[in-house]
């Protein structure tokens, strides 16, 4: 089993960049496919994008072409590379192992970390 928890959220202008990172603990994590979810203010949990181990990705339609998630398997992270942000992008963004096939979380949800957009 992996716990992940997330950090790197904050603050930022539109058109700004953030990185986020899930950081993993467990024997099975490279094996897992991983993937960063948000829930908007109002709004249900949706996916932004999965990487499977051998680093195979997928994205949102919001998040392609402005999103790059990748992973380091030595050092047990994914990050989540956002460019381009929108006011639209403000959300709390999960963390969470995946299944790979219909990217829904199969793991514990952490706390999150905030994304605010400012316009």
């Known amino acids: 089993q992996v716990q992940l928890v997330e950090s790197g959220g904050g603050l930022v202008q539109a058109g700004g960049s953030l990185r986020l990172s899930c950081a993993a603990s467990?024997?099975?994590?490279?094996?897992?496919?991983i993937a960063w979810y948000r829930q908007p203010p109002g709004k249900q949990r949706e996916l932004v994008a999965g990487?499977?181990?051998?680093?195979?990705?997928t994205y949102a339609d919001s998040a392609r072409g402005r999103f790059i998630i990748s992973r380091d398997n030595v050092k047990k992270m994914v990050y989540l590379q956002m460019n381009s942000l929108e006011p639209e992008d403000t959300a709390v963004y999960y963390c969470?192992?995946?299944?790979?096939?219909?990217?829904?979380?199969?793991?514990?949800w952490g706390q999150g970390t905030q994304v605010t957009v400012s316009s």
């Open positions: 969470n192992a995946a299944d790979g096939i219909g990217w829904y979380g199969i793991g514990s």
């Open positions: 467990g024997s099975t994590f490279s094996i897992n496919a």
């Open positions: 990487i499977k181990s051998s680093g195979s990705a």
